[in-house]
């Protein structure tokens, strides 16, 4: 069975992702990993997650919403975690994609949740776009802060800098970027032990190729094992089944059977 490490079911496209929950068992997927950006879409995925046993949450605030973030968010954040369904804290990272970027507010944001990460013992979901450097600065800065690891979570990054992570003890997640024409990610999924990989989908962006351009959904992770598996040689079903165990090993709170 497959798992979405990283999905926005709270995205209003999905209109309360009711179709796609009811769905799952059918689509070949055990979990789904509902991933917040800010407080509001935070609390949202805890919600849906305590409402569903198969749906589970990851809450912070993305770089690109850093900006925004209203006083007492870090509690609120704190407040989340509690739940018994929240595997992580995430999305969170560096952001340098756009040029109106406030690099000094993503920079107090991601410190201030990665001191969250060391105090609730959670693994740290990383988005990182365009801001490698400063990124692997940070986190190496605050490396005590990870007890519990970390995802680096629509990887975009070079060859040599996914094994610096894997070095690290993180993991390297694909969406379906990887399947695109122009992707990199080949030499990237050759080179990394395959129990740091994982796969999810970040719907409903980055659908897959056939379905780039269309709204994405979860059980188009599928694409993604396919990928590695022709990259890798392997079977389909062996690349699901590996990543499915490095999911659960990645997030200990995501409850499953090793
Ligand atoms: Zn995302």
Same mark, same amino acid.
């Given at each position: &069975?497959? *798992? ?6 709270? %995205? ?7 179709? #796609?929950? %009811? ?21 949202? $995925? ?6 569903? =046993? ?15 973030? @209203?006083?007492?968010?870090?509690? &609120? ?6 739940? %018994?369904?929240?595997? =992580? ?15 000094? $507010?993503?920079? +107090? !944001? ?6 969250? $990460?060391?105090? !609730? ?17 940070? !986190? ?10 970390? *995802? &680096? ?18 993991? #390297?997640?694909?969406? @379906?970027? /990887? ?8 030499? /990237?999924? =050759? $080179?990394?032990?395959?129990?740091? /990989?994982? #796969?999810?989908? %970040? ?5 897959? &190729?056939?379905? +780039? ?11 993604? =094992?396919?990928? /590695?598996?022709?990259? +890798? @040689? ?5 690349? *699901?089944? *590996? ?12 409850? @499953?059977?090793?």
């Amino acid at each position: &069975m497959l *798992i979405d490490t990283h999905a926005h079911l709270t %995205d209003p496209v999905y209109h309360g992702a009711r179709e #796609i929950i %009811d769905n799952m068992e059918t689509d070949g997927i055990e979990r789904i990993v509902c991933v917040g950006y800010n407080e509001f879409s935070s609390a949202y $995925a805890v919600k849906i997650a305590e409402e569903n =046993a198969k749906v589970y949450a990851a809450v912070g605030v993305h770089p690109s919403d850093a900006p925004k973030v @209203g006083q007492g968010y870090l509690g &609120m954040l704190r407040e989340l975690t509690q739940s %018994d369904k929240c595997v =992580a804290l995430g999305e969170i990272g560096l952001d340098y994609h756009y040029d109106d970027t406030d690099k000094r $507010a993503q920079h +107090r !944001v991601l410190t201030e949740q990665l001191e969250l $990460a060391r105090q !609730v013992k959670l693994p740290a979901m990383f988005h990182v776009r365009d801001a490698y450097g400063d990124f692997y600065e940070i !986190v190496r800065r605050y490396r005590d802060c990870l007890p519990a690891g970390a *995802i &680096m979570h629509c990887f975009s990054g070079s060859r040599e800098t996914a094994l610096q992570y894997v070095d690290m003890g993180f993991y #390297i997640s694909f969406s @379906g970027s /990887i399947t695109f024409k122009n992707s990199r990610a080949g030499e /990237i999924i =050759a $080179a990394l032990p395959m129990d740091r /990989i994982l #796969i999810e989908t %970040d719907c409903p962006y980055l659908a897959p &190729m056939p379905h +780039r351009g269309e709204t994405n959904y979860p059980r188009y992770v599928r694409y993604q =094992a396919e990928k /590695i598996a022709e990259v +890798r @040689g392997m079977g389909v079903e062996e690349v *699901i089944e *590996i990543t499915r165990q490095n999911a659960y090993r990645a997030l200990p709170k995501l409850d @499953g059977v090793l």
